[in-house]
């Protein structure tokens, strides 16, 4: 993938992560609505994504996804690959959230 086409697949991937985002902390009944920012944050961050491999292309694999089979195939990438860090995470720092990823079916 090249440069360009890696950087489209990235804006697209970054679009469809911050809505499952969005859905996934809507779906946690133990965060406040005061800390929905900061957690939506936590879990889109390059500083997050970097510890998965470099942001962009992290980014792009969710688009790629998106692309090939739509948003709930996105939503399964970043289930099974995104998902099981971030909550690991949580866990180790203690943060709210039940620490399983939800469909937003």
């Not at 950087?7 to 469809?16: E, L, M, N």
């Not at 997050?48 to 948003?71: M, R, W």
Request: charge should be positive; hydrophobic fraction near 40%; charged fraction near 25%.
């Amino acid at each position: 993938m090249n440069t360009e086409d890696k950087r489209s697949k990235a804006w697209i991937g970054d679009a469809v992560l911050a809505l499952y985002a969005r859905q996934w902390i809507l779906q946690q009944p133990d965060i406040r609505v005061k800390d929905r920012a900061e957690v939506f944050i936590q879990m889109t961050s390059n500083q997050f994504l970097a510890s998965l491999g470099e942001p962009t292309a992290v980014e792009a694999e969710i688009g790629l996804a998106y692309q090939k089979g739509g948003l709930q195939v996105a939503f399964q990438h970043i289930e099974s690959t995104i998902m099981p860090l971030f909550q690991k995470q949580r866990i180790k720092s203690k943060q709210p959230g039940n620490y399983r990823a939800k469909r937003g079916d």
